[in-house]
């Protein structure tokens, strides 16, 4: 064991920096939920009522051409995926453009990098500029000219910075000019055109900051409604009838009647006296509140949604935490589209020439209407949720949880059992939005969360289990959002929790004991990491720029924080090692210092010492979440607000770890056994199946040993199959995942022995593909698997073995009832291999490789299967008329695990006197 340890230290201290091929076949897979997040860009097309684009907080671009049917991702190659507004252009609809930079002032936003345009509907993108605004409010095209673009560009969240006000571009993006700046603290917010008039321009400006410490915003006194009759070459002020700066105004949100443009509606955000809704009938010359109603504009900084009928200007809409409609020039209003907790409404788009079709842009997704608002569409088929944490629990296929912002809290299975993940494999837990996720290690029945709950599965019920009844929201303890719940990984029974100070429960919560003192007057405690070695140490860090290190317990703790932190600065996760007591990481979140860098440090010496450890990540990332590989000493995994990272020397160097997956935001990674977990801001969760290669690696010619594999059938669905249309997660690979690398290109062969050296499967790269003709099939094409042959490119090369034997020869090929779009192979075939011990051998350029595969079954199965389904196969190659029989009773055996019936027993027993 020593030697063994001796192997692993050593390759994690060799400085490592690899090609991109030598990882190129890892791929993630999006998991769901299929529950939408915040989306604060919408827009349709007018002359298309069944086309519709939306720009997700921080998921991207999607396009649907079916009024919501379905949603497609047009982004997702991009450097950025936090959006905050996208655009047609009418007179020429392939050309679109996308603010990058959700443009909301919230404590867990995303910047971006900003202007991009496709000429081509969405295939293709290009960055046009305004990279430094970092948060797009809106932006608007000329109708008629596709070239001409005004932005609303919000600037820095959390700092002063020049890149901000009105821009205009009249050559498509290739130059940008500021038309209407104040200073370094006022952003725009709102642009839009006169209708009927591109030369009026108006813009909302607005002056607030985010606080270092959340929830501590700042409004300056420049914001303010300016309007421009030259194409914005100047502006005036409309001020007359509106609430000044000094009175208190803050966001301004206004709409544009498109039938009668000189009335303009507006939301305004002042002090409860002046605060309302407010209209102009002179083109914004002058002012009259028309109602107070605080459902329409209260949180104004929030929602500042107002949009007018396009035939009628008395008919006004307004987004706010439900939608509500007026039809008397907003004196009064009734609830349109909404629903008990707030479906929060960001955007409004009114079809102009069909105006009984909208799309609505909510903390909840987009949803859209064709018939004035009696229907919607749903936002359960857009996987964009926004999680702050991610865990697993210990069942078999495991459980990937997280608190899920606007929602509520998602448990989603890592595996269907009917070949695809669908709505039958998620369900909420009983954790608030914010909130940690903490399965119970030895029931995974039982979860903890939020601040601080405990749910059972069994019943769907949940206690509250706080420090104090108030669950945390007043008294003597003090909490952000995102309180962390956690156990401790040596012993189950220990529960952590903390805010201004750290919590824990040997009970399940039944009752408390404190073991930290206040370490900020100010902050709260952010992260908490017991030690992976000895249960009664334990790291904490906080919001405001400290790190601590207790080894009793509690009972004393030292301030470990690494020199030169700036306050403020977010440990935003501690990670103790697996393998060293003293060591431990820790990713710093610089955000709200207005500072995009990655921070990463880690201490072998119990925070005596500290290394800044980010050589790789790029220059923009802030990083999130740091974890250890439990397996390999100097592998370490970083997620940052774009993209994953990982280490093959203790952090020295990155890189990237991106793959398929789009650039969101990463808030959180776990290892599960041999898999990496992603907590997305924006996308749901993803897996990264098989990292085991990685623990592993190398450049030249090698089969890896694989990780265990499990027997589990790739659908047990005896249903008709889910239609296409129905929004689904992916799978894992159905069988064990076998990697190697190959120096160059060279044809390869791969065989699969049993314990007693048979042959149970060969491939090779030469191999024809199968060959469907389409003029014969049943059904359509997209229904099947696309043909897969053994990979032999330079580089990393994955092959997944389906668990099986050959197929069966002689026998015409067709497609189950367990059909899974573009995901289901041809039948019939082979059995099912048995559990136990399996040889790989990797044949290349004359060279063989071997590695050990274990197999076993499927954890959930009571029973062992037995070799019946093996015996009726054997006897297939003799069988003659036989054969279907033979078939149909191998599939018998092969469907099940469970003790096989006599008849069928005896069945085979015939056949095999028969054959003999």
Same mark, same amino acid.
């Given at each position: 064991?020593?030697?063994?340890?001796?192997?692993?230290?050593?390759?994690?201290?060799?400085?490592?920096?690899?090609?991109?091929?030598?990882?190129?076949?890892?791929?993630?897979?999006?998991?769901?939920?299929?529950?939408?997040?915040?989306?604060?860009?919408?827009?349709?097309?007018?002359?298309?009522?069944?086309?519709?684009?939306?720009?997700?907080?921080?998921?991207?671009?999607?396009?649907?051409?079916?009024?919501?049917?379905?949603?497609?991702?047009?982004?997702?190659?991009?450097?950025?995926?936090?959006?905050?507004?996208?655009?047609?252009?009418?007179?020429?609809?392939?050309?679109?453009?996308?603010?990058?930079?959700?443009?909301?002032?919230?404590?867990?936003?995303?910047?971006?990098?900003?202007? /991009? @345009? +496709? =000429?081509?509907? !969405?295939? $293709? *993108?290009?960055?046009?500029?305004?990279?430094?605004?970092?948060?797009?409010? &809106? %932006?608007?095209?000329?109708?008629?000219?596709?070239?001409?673009?005004?932005?609303?560009?919000?600037?820095?969240?959390?700092?002063?910075?020049?890149?901000?006000?009105?821009?205009?571009?009249?050559?498509?993006?290739?130059?940008?000019?500021?038309?209407?700046?104040?200073?370094?603290?006022?952003?725009?917010?709102?642009?839009?055109?006169?209708?009927?008039?591109?030369?009026?321009?108006?813009?909302?400006?607005?002056?607030?900051?985010?606080?270092?410490?959340?929830?501590?915003?700042?409004?300056?006194?420049?914001?303010?409604? /300016? @309007? +421009? =009759?030259?194409? !914005?070459? $100047? *502006?005036?002020?409309?001020?007359?009838?509106?609430?000044?700066?000094?009175? &208190? %105004?803050?966001?301004?949100?206004?709409?544009?009647?498109?039938?009668?443009?000189?009335?303009?509606?507006?939301?305004?955000?002042?002090?409860?006296?002046?605060?309302?809704?407010?209209?102009?009938?002179?083109?914004?010359?002058?002012?009259?509140?028309?109602?107070?109603?605080?459902?329409?504009?209260?949180?104004?900084?929030?929602?500042?949604?107002?949009?007018?009928?396009?035939?009628?200007?008395?008919?006004?809409?307004?987004?706010?935490?439900?939608?509500?409609?007026?039809?008397?020039?907003?004196?009064?209003?009734?609830?349109? @589209?909404?629903?008990?907790? !707030?479906?929060?409404?960001?955007?409004?788009?009114?079809?102009?020439?069909?105006?009984?079709?909208?799309?609505?842009?909510?903390?909840?997704?987009?949803?859209?209407?064709?018939?004035?608002?009696?229907?919607?569409?749903?936002?359960?088929?857009?996987?964009?949720?926004?999680?702050?944490?991610?865990?697993?629990?210990?069942?078999?296929?495991?459980?990937?949880?997280?608190?899920?912002?606007?929602?509520?809290?998602?448990?989603?299975?890592?595996?269907?059992?009917?070949?695809?993940?669908?709505?039958?494999?998620?369900?909420?837990?009983?954790?608030?939005?914010?909130?940690?996720?903490?399965?119970?290690?030895?029931?995974?029945?039982?979860?903890?969360?939020?601040?601080?709950?405990?749910?059972?599965?069994?019943?769907?019920?949940?206690?509250?289990?706080?420090?104090?009844?108030?669950?945390?929201?007043?008294?003597?303890?003090?909490?952000?959002?995102?309180?962390?719940?956690?156990?401790?990984?040596?012993?189950?029974?220990?529960?952590?929790?903390?805010?201004?100070?750290?919590?824990?429960?040997?009970?399940?919560?039944?009752?408390?004991?404190?073991?930290?003192?206040?370490?900020?007057?100010?902050?709260?405690?952010?992260?908490?990491?017991?030690?992976?070695?000895?249960?009664?140490?334990?790291?904490?860090?906080?919001?405001?720029?400290?790190?601590?290190?207790?080894?009793?317990?509690?009972?004393?703790?030292?301030?470990?924080?690494?020199?030169?932190?700036?306050?403020?600065?977010?440990?935003?996760?501690?990670?103790?090692?697996?393998?060293?007591?003293?060591?431990?990481?820790?990713?710093?979140?610089?955000?709200?210092?207005?500072?995009?860098?990655?921070?990463?440090?880690?201490?072998?010496?119990?925070?005596?010492?500290?290394?800044?450890?980010?050589?790789?990540?790029?220059?923009?990332?802030?990083?999130?979440?740091?974890?250890?590989?439990?397996?390999?000493?100097?592998?370490?995994?970083?997620?940052?607000?774009?993209?994953?990272?990982?280490?093959?020397?203790?952090?020295?160097?990155?890189?990237?770890?991106?793959?398929?997956?789009?650039?969101?935001?990463?808030?959180?990674?776990?290892?599960?056994?041999?898999?990496?977990?992603?907590?997305?801001?924006?996308?749901?969760?993803?897996?990264?199946?098989?990292?085991?290669?990685?623990?592993?690696?190398?450049?030249?010619?090698?089969?890896?040993?694989?990780?265990?594999?499990?027997?589990?059938?790739?659908?047990?669905?005896?249903?008709?199959?889910?239609?296409?249309?129905?929004?689904?997660?992916?799978?894992?690979?159905?069988?064990?995942?076998?990697?190697?690398?190959?120096?160059?290109?060279?044809?390869?062969?791969?065989?699969?022995?049993?314990?007693?050296?048979?042959?149970?499967?060969?491939?090779?790269?030469?191999?024809?593909?199968?060959?469907?003709?389409?003029?014969?099939?049943?059904?359509?094409?997209?229904?099947?698997?696309?043909?897969?042959?053994?990979?032999?490119?330079?580089?990393?090369?994955?092959?997944?073995?389906?668990?099986?034997?050959?197929?069966?020869?002689?026998?015409?090929?067709?497609?189950?009832?367990?059909?899974?779009?573009?995901?289901?192979?041809?039948?019939?075939?082979?059995?099912?291999?048995?559990?136990?011990?399996?040889?790989?051998?990797?044949?290349?350029?004359?060279?063989?490789?071997?590695?050990?595969?274990?197999?076993?079954?499927?954890?959930?199965?009571?029973?062992?299967?037995?070799?019946?389904?093996?015996?009726?196969?054997?006897?297939?190659?003799?069988?003659?008329?036989?054969?279907?029989?033979?078939?149909?009773?191998?599939?018998?055996?092969?469907?099940?695990?469970?003790?096989?019936?006599?008849?069928?027993?005896?069945?085979?027993?015939?056949?095999?006197?028969?054959?003999?």
């Amino acid at each position: 064991m020593g030697r063994f340890l001796l192997i692993f230290t050593l390759l994690s201290l060799q400085a490592q920096t690899l090609p991109p091929q030598a990882y190129q076949s890892l791929q993630w897979r999006g998991i769901g939920p299929f529950r939408a997040g915040r989306t604060v860009g919408a827009t349709g097309i007018p002359t298309d009522p069944n086309t519709f684009y939306i720009g997700v907080n921080n998921g991207g671009v999607w396009k649907t051409t079916d009024a919501g049917r379905t949603w497609h991702p047009i982004f997702d190659q991009q450097p950025t995926g936090s959006i905050g507004d996208v655009a047609v252009a009418w007179s020429d609809p392939n050309v679109l453009y996308v603010g990058s930079g959700e443009g909301l002032q919230r404590p867990d936003l995303s910047t971006g990098d900003g202007i /991009y @345009k +496709s =000429t081509d509907a !969405g295939k $293709t *993108w290009r960055n046009t500029g305004l990279r430094d605004a970092q948060q797009i409010g &809106g %932006l608007v095209v000329d109708p008629t000219d596709p070239d001409r673009v005004f932005v609303a560009a919000l600037g820095h969240p959390y700092g002063p910075n020049p890149e901000r006000g009105v821009y205009r571009t009249e050559d498509g993006g290739d130059t940008w000019q500021r038309v209407l700046f104040i200073d370094d603290n006022t952003g725009a917010i709102q642009v839009e055109f006169e209708p009927g008039n591109p030369n009026v321009i108006y813009a909302v400006l607005w002056a607030a900051r985010q606080g270092a410490r959340e929830n501590d915003a700042t409004q300056f006194s420049t914001s303010g409604l /300016y @309007k +421009s =009759t030259n194409g !914005g070459r $100047t *502006w005036t002020h409309l001020t007359n009838g509106l609430p000044t700066t000094a009175q &208190g %105004l803050g966001r301004i949100g206004f709409g544009i009647s498109p039938s009668q443009p000189k009335t303009i509606y507006a939301t305004v955000e002042a002090p409860a006296a002046l605060g309302g809704i407010y209209r102009s009938d002179d083109a914004g010359h002058s002012w009259r509140k028309v109602t107070a109603d605080a459902r329409t504009w209260g949180r104004g900084s929030d929602f500042a949604e107002i949009r007018v009928h396009p035939k009628n200007p008395e008919t006004v809409y307004v987004g706010n935490i439900a939608s509500y409609i007026s039809t008397d020039g907003a004196k009064t209003f009734r609830a349109f @589209k909404g629903a008990p907790g !707030g479906d929060d409404y960001h955007r409004i788009w009114i079809n102009p020439a069909h105006p009984e079709i909208m799309i609505f842009a909510t903390d909840q997704g987009a949803t859209i209407t064709v018939n004035a608002g009696a229907s919607w569409s749903s936002w359960y088929n857009q996987p964009t949720a926004q999680f702050y944490h991610v865990s697993t629990d210990n069942q078999w296929p495991y459980w990937v949880y997280g608190g899920q912002q606007e929602s509520g809290s998602a448990g989603v299975a890592s595996r269907g059992d009917y070949g695809a993940i669908t709505w039958r494999d998620w369900r909420t837990v009983g954790v608030e939005e914010y909130g940690y996720v903490a399965p119970d290690p030895r029931d995974p029945n039982i979860i903890y969360g939020g601040k601080i709950t405990r749910f059972d599965k069994r019943t769907g019920q949940v206690q509250n289990i706080a420090p104090e009844a108030t669950r945390g929201r007043a008294g003597k303890y003090r909490f952000l959002r995102t309180a962390p719940v956690l156990f401790s990984p040596i012993d189950p029974r220990r529960l952590y929790y903390a805010g201004n100070v750290l919590f824990l429960t040997l009970t399940g919560g039944q009752s408390w004991s404190v073991i930290s003192p206040e370490f900020s007057a100010k902050g709260v405690i952010y992260t908490v990491a017991p030690s992976h070695q000895d249960v009664n140490t334990i790291w904490a860090g906080t919001d405001d720029g400290t790190i601590h290190l207790t080894r009793d317990n509690g009972k004393t703790w030292q301030n470990v924080t690494p020199p030169g932190l700036v306050p403020w600065s977010k440990i935003s996760l501690l990670e103790s090692s697996h393998f060293d007591n003293n060591s431990a990481y820790a990713a710093v979140n610089t955000l709200r210092l207005d500072d995009l860098r990655p921070h990463i440090y880690r201490t072998h010496d119990a925070g005596k010492t500290w290394t800044e450890i980010t050589t790789g990540i790029p220059a923009n990332e802030n990083v999130n979440a740091v974890r250890e590989d439990p397996k390999r000493k100097g592998l370490l995994y970083a997620a940052t607000e774009r993209a994953v990272h990982f280490s093959l020397d203790d952090g020295a160097t990155w890189q990237p770890l991106r793959q398929n997956m789009p650039a969101t935001s990463i808030r959180d990674i776990v290892l599960h056994d041999d898999d990496l977990v992603a907590g997305t801001h924006g996308r749901g969760f993803w897996i990264l199946d098989g990292v085991s290669v990685l623990r592993q690696i190398k450049t030249e010619t090698t089969l890896y040993k694989p990780a265990l594999a499990t027997r589990v059938r790739r659908s047990a669905n005896t249903d008709t199959p889910i239609p296409p249309e129905e929004p689904m997660g992916q799978n894992p690979p159905d069988g064990a995942i076998i990697d190697y690398t190959l120096a160059a290109t060279t044809p390869v062969t791969l065989e699969i022995l049993d314990a007693t050296g048979r042959l149970v499967r060969k491939y090779a790269s030469t191999d024809l593909p199968e060959k469907l003709d389409e003029t014969r099939l049943a059904y359509p094409s997209y229904w099947f698997r696309p043909a897969r042959i053994l990979p032999a490119q330079p580089g990393h090369n994955r092959w997944i073995w389906d668990l099986r034997y050959a197929p069966p020869t002689g026998f015409p090929r067709s497609y189950p009832i367990s059909a899974i779009y573009r995901d289901t192979p041809s039948g019939p075939e082979g059995p099912l291999a048995l559990p136990g011990e399996y040889t790989i051998r990797l044949t290349t350029n004359g060279q063989t490789q071997t590695q050990k595969l274990t197999l076993r079954n499927d954890p959930r199965s009571p029973t062992q299967p037995t070799n019946h389904a093996l015996r009726a196969y054997d006897l297939l190659p003799k069988a003659g008329p036989l054969a279907r029989q033979l078939l149909s009773l191998m599939d018998t055996f092969d469907n099940t695990d469970a003790p096989p019936t006599t008849q069928a027993l005896a069945a085979l027993a015939a056949l095999e006197a028969q054959l003999k």
